[in-house]
């Protein structure tokens, strides 16, 4: 890529170009060549040589490189198609029957936590930060004795109890009997109960209870989604925005337990992008986050080091709302994967254009984002 097609960028109307901390005025400077592209924006191409100061530059292409609040440049991310993460069977089960038992699973779950919400919690760690309460556990149990009752030779994957089943079949269930620990244990309301199911690895059909209000006024509300049937909450179907600018954004993300450079890593990009976007929340549930980009009240969530039972049915429930998943360097998503990135699907490029090098540079730097969590003789068509 030349320097030109790299500096391509927007002048914003107050007359500033912004590159990191230094701000330099526009009418000061010659090398700029303006112009509307085909989109009718107004921009200019920077003749680098000519400036009295030197530029930054990138390892990408030993091109400099600029961004402005308004616009972030073109790259090969625009050009990558993605692909669909949803399973394209969901083999001999008839949908109607495995969707239906995925969404009893979750309620039934969520009538766990339910009982639970108001009542005093008995906390327990399975790191410093990390912690487990008792209900996670009634809650998984509950959802087990639904999975087993309706399939009793599939494999299920629980945060709590492992791997349980027959690991030579099809299927394998992801549960999260309480997605958001934390908050659920401080009454703060952000988390979810999640149940998804793969068929040969890739996700079948989801389903994730999300509490909502707060002490004393507790609800629900069911999202649930079908490879190639769409995704819906509370029986209505639903969308992803129609967003088409980061600055017009309201963005979400989340951070591990582990204080590592992948998490701060994140802390810049969640810097960044809160300088670019309208906002980046950090709710501390990741299925109810990927869900809220489902539901279009959010244009996109991304996340290192996840697990299967976080991502499942999220991952699927956004997809059939319309939107885009993949991992945070932009290659394939599966759900055994380290990182990833959900979108409204309009954003995912310009989005990818921090997210991407970022990621890109922990795996130059050693940090492993290679699949993980994958049952040894769990079969799957990717």
């Not at 400036?51 to 790259?75: D, G, M, N, Q």
């Not at 582990?258 to 670019?276: P, Q, S, V, Y």
Request: hydrophobic fraction near 35%; aromatic fraction near 10%; include cysteine.
């Amino acid at each position: 890529m030349t320097t030109k097609s790299l500096l391509s960028t927007t002048i914003q109307s107050h007359g500033f170009l912004r590159t990191h901390k230094t701000l330099f005025s526009i009418q000061s400077l010659n090398p700029f060549h303006q112009f509307k592209n085909s989109n009718g924006l107004q921009c200019c191409l920077l003749n680098t040589k000519s400036l009295p100061f030197t530029t930054t530059t990138t390892t990408t292409s030993s091109s400099t490189k600029f961004c402005t609040k308004s616009v972030l440049s073109e790259t090969q991310y625009e050009k990558k198609p993605y692909s669909k993460i949803g399973a394209n069977s969901i083999g001999p089960i008839p949908p109607e029957q495995l969707l239906n038992v995925v969404e009893i699973a979750a309620k039934t779950g969520a009538e766990v936590v339910m009982e639970a919400v108001n009542k005093p919690r008995n906390i327990s760690y399975k790191g410093l930060t990390d912690l487990v309460t008792d209900t996670d556990k009634t809650s998984e149990a509950a959802i087990l004795g639904v999975v087993g009752k309706n399939f009793s030779d599939h494999l299920i994957l629980g945060e709590e109890g492992g791997l349980i089943g027959d690991s030579s079949s099809d299927y394998l269930w992801c549960i999260d009997p309480l997605d958001g620990t934390t908050n659920f244990a401080h009454g703060y309301p952000s988390f979810a109960v999640s149940v998804g199911v793969l068929y040969r690895g890739k996700p079948a059909a989801a389903s994730v209870v999300e509490f909502v209000g707060g002490p004393m006024c507790w609800n629900t509300r069911t999202f649930s989604a079908l490879a190639g049937g769409g995704a819906f909450c509370n029986g209505q179907r639903i969308h992803v925005s129609k967003t088409d600018q980061v600055e017009r954004s309201l963005l979400v993300t989340g951070f591990g337990y582990e204080h590592d450079d992948a998490w701060a890593t994140n802390i810049e990009l969640f810097k960044e992008f809160t300088d670019i976007s309208r906002g980046v929340r950090r709710l501390g549930a990741a299925s109810v986050d990927m869900c809220h980009v489902a539901l279009g009240i959010v244009e996109s969530y991304w996340e290192y080091r996840l697990k299967p039972w976080d991502m499942a049915a999220g991952v699927l429930i956004v997809e059939e709302a319309g939107g885009t998943v993949t991992c945070m360097d932009g290659e394939a998503f599966s759900v055994f994967d380290r990182s990833v990135l959900v979108s409204n699907g309009i954003l995912h490029a310009k989005l990818l254009e921090k997210i991407g090098p970022a990621t890109e540079k922990l795996k130059k730097n050693g940090v492993d984002l290679s699949l993980w969590f994958k049952p040894e003789n769990y079969f799957t068509d990717f």
